[in-house]
């Protein structure tokens, strides 16, 4: 398996701007999440899918982040409009049963809103 | 919910010395107890995890200890070297639950 694939690495864009982050989870892993990495702030868990549904969007920072698993090897997290202060890592990650097990995370994007 | 408190922030060592970073949670029911470390620029990967039927865990020079009855648990690494510097992070969970991170340590390496 190749892993926690996320596309694009790196996003450059302009504040207003539409961005989607995309991630394909290790195949047969049933969790997904979604995390926010900043110097500030660490590791922020934004969303997490169990079996493609949502179970807990608390850590989601505003309306404006959103976030779909149509099937269970494809996830984007959407972030519309973006602002210069949503410039972070995000990564995902996945796992077979949650939080007893490893994560495994993705290479992460590194977004810059300017 | 679960709080994980991380301690130090920064952490510099000369090589070949220990270093030793320390967590303390707040729910009694997490039962797993993963660190996981993250060299600059790259993803978080797990080194060592423990749960918590076992107080302690070693592999080669790192071991991760856990003390539930006062709720904290700690990583050391031994005989430390250069490729060691990178940022640690903690957490813990009941395991139905998603992991909760620390904030991170830096560990730096000094040769």
């Known amino acids: 398996d190749a892993g926690v694939i996320q596309s694009p690495r790196h996003e450059v864009t302009e504040m207003g701007q539409e961005v989607t982050l995309r991630c394909k989870p290790i195949?047969?892993?049933?969790?997904l999440f979604w995390y926010r990495q900043t110097m500030m702030r660490g590791l922020e868990l934004l969303i997490y899918?169990?079996?493609?549904?949502?179970?807990?969007d608390s850590g989601m920072p505003e309306d404006r982040f959103s976030a779909k698993m149509p099937n269970a090897s494809f996830s984007t997290l959407k972030i519309q409009p973006s602002e210069p202060r949503d410039s972070a890592v995000y990564f995902c990650?996945?796992?077979?049963?949650?939080?007893?097990?490893?994560?495994?995370f993705g290479p992460g994007t590194r977004l810059t809103v300017l | 919910g679960e709080n994980v408190e991380q301690h130090p922030s920064t952490l510099s060592v000369q090589e070949g010395d220990s270093a030793v970073i320390k967590c303390t949670y707040s729910?009694?029911?997490?039962?797993?107890f993963p660190w996981y470390k993250q060299e600059l620029g790259k993803r978080p990967q797990l080194i060592i995890d423990?749960?918590?039927?076992?107080g302690e865990k070693k592999d080669q020079r790192i071991a991760v200890t856990l003390n539930k009855t006062a709720k904290h648990f700690s990583l050391h690494i031994t005989e430390t070297q250069p490729e060691d510097s990178a940022v640690y992070f903690c957490?813990?969970?009941?395991?139905?639950?998603?992991?909760?991170f620390g904030k991170g340590t830096r560990l730096s390496v000094i040769a």
């Open positions: 990650a996945s796992s077979f049963l949650g939080g007893f097990n490893e994560q495994f």
């Open positions: 899918f169990n079996n493609n549904v949502p179970i807990d």
């Open positions: 195949s047969g892993h049933d969790y």
């Open positions: 729910d009694s029911a997490s039962n797993y």
């Open positions: 423990i749960r918590s039927n076992v």
């Open positions: 957490a813990a969970s009941r395991g139905n639950t998603p992991l909760v």
